[in-house]
């Protein structure tokens, strides 16, 4: 049998080629500690790795998001302690209002400007911003300023009710805000009361204001409740305006106010409840075109912003007479029942807060838990046994060599070296 030349090289290259492929598949092992390096080393256990490493993923995933929650309400829990610190002192600042044979009208213009710097902080406070720049207060309008203040002292809610979530683990979903409406705006009131808007749809350029109003006669306003008013506008005739009230639920013109002349700024009282408008509202033409209107609402909730707000204008309203001194008690007394259901508004808020942080703290436990464990069962499938592999190094090391030297031996076989 005869063996070509061509032959015996291609077998000896297959053969070495062969051997530096299993010694650098081994020095590779070596290198990156792992058995597995593809899916054709050990099908089975490539699968099972690579369900492993999602897993592992999605555990560290979930960590990121624990501390991301954590983060937020860590400083909602900030916030919602300044809101309660600004409380406190607004307590303080009505208990001192209702002394009212001692303070003088310079005293209350004092107690004003504090009043007025709160509502600002409490502005501040309500449009608090994580560090990404969310509002944490705008429920899932995140990236929407959720608190305003017009002129006329009005405060505007623009965000909603919902409340954003994070997911802790695979089963765990974990709220990471609260809707401002829900804490600062939905506040059990003492007393029935209304909150004013003005129609979006008004046409008054610059648009008519209406302000937050009073309640000034709490029995008669209880009878409207719960009723609500329109007030709209209409030409007077000379080119002014005038105003009709309305009950919307039956709709009736109130007593006494069809058609009444329109001074912007003076009160207008009506069923118990005073309020001023301050602009020059559109009148319309008395047809085709609607004037201007305005609402008032009647509720059994009041905002915080509102409640310091109607105590700021009574304070400012008060003068020597005992009318006025009297309608100020009213109203410290219903400033101080009101604050105190902020307060409790504010501390339910804070109890599920604080009932967040710690699911967040069991779940990243039991996530750390479920890594190691992972880990532990990924390092059994692809750990390298480096014993096994040193051993294995060195023979195909010998195969190799092996290999090499038989080639120099038979290569150099041929008849040529044996004719004299």
């Not at 979903?173 to 705006?185: H, L, N, P, T």
């Not at 409207?224 to 009709?244: E, K």
Request: hydrophobic content about 35%; charged content about 20%.
């Amino acid at each position: 049998m005869r063996v070509a030349t061509s032959q015996i090289y291609n077998i000896a290259n297959i053969g070495m080629s062969n051997a530096q492929t299993a010694l650098t598949k081994t020095q590779e092992q070596m290198a990156s500690g792992k058995r597995v390096l593809t899916p054709a080393d050990d099908p089975v256990a490539a699968t099972q790795i690579l369900q492993l490493n999602e897993e592992v993923s999605r555990l560290d995933q979930y960590i990121k998001n624990i501390d991301v929650a954590e983060n937020s309400l860590n400083l909602e829990e900030t916030a919602l302690d300044s809101v309660l610190l600004l409380v406190q002192r607004m307590q303080e600042l009505a208990v001192s209002a209702g002394n009212t044979a001692v303070l003088t009208p310079n005293d209350y213009k004092a107690l004003v400007a504090e009043t007025n710097s709160r509502i600002d902080e409490l502005l501040n406070l309500q449009n608090t911003r994580n560090a990404a720049g969310q509002y944490i207060f705008a429920g899932y309008q995140g990236s929407t300023q959720p608190f305003s203040r017009g002129a006329d002292g009005q405060f505007i809610y623009h965000g909603d009710e919902g409340q954003r979530q994070i997911n802790a683990s695979g089963s765990v979903a974990v709220d990471v805000s609260d809707s401002g409406k829900r804490v600062f705006v939905d506040i059990p009131s003492d007393n029935f009361t209304f909150y004013t808007e003005a129609n979006p749809n008004n046409r008054s350029d610059p648009p008519a204001r209406i302000n937050v109003g009073q309640v000034t006669d709490q029995d008669t306003f209880d009878e409207l409740y719960p009723d609500d008013l329109i007030v709209t506008f209409s030409p007077d005739g000379s080119g002014g305006a005038q105003y009709t009230i309305t009950n919307r639920s039956t709709g009736m013109v109130m007593p006494g106010h069809e058609n009444e002349p329109f001074v912007s700024g003076q009160p207008i009282e009506v069923a118990g409840a005073s309020f001023t408008i301050t602009g020059q509202p559109h009148p319309g033409d008395g047809s085709t075109v609607p004037g201007d209107s305005f609402s008032l609402t009647t509720t059994n909730k009041q905002s915080l912003a509102t409640t310091l707000t109607r105590l700021s204008q009574a304070m400012n309203a008060v003068n020597e007479t005992p009318e006025s001194k009297a309608y100020l008690d009213e109203v410290v007394a219903q400033t101080l029942a009101n604050l105190e259901n902020a307060v409790t508004n504010i501390s339910v808020v804070q109890g599920e807060v604080g009932a967040r942080l710690n699911t967040l703290e069991s779940t990243r436990e039991q996530n750390l838990d479920s890594k190691l464990y992972t880990d532990s069962v990924l390092t059994d499938l692809q750990a390298l046994d480096y014993a096994e592999a040193s051993t294995r190094l060195e023979m195909q090391e010998l195969v190799l060599s092996a290999a090499q030297k038989s080639f120099v031996k038979v290569a150099n076989l041929s008849l040529f070296s044996y004719m004299s």
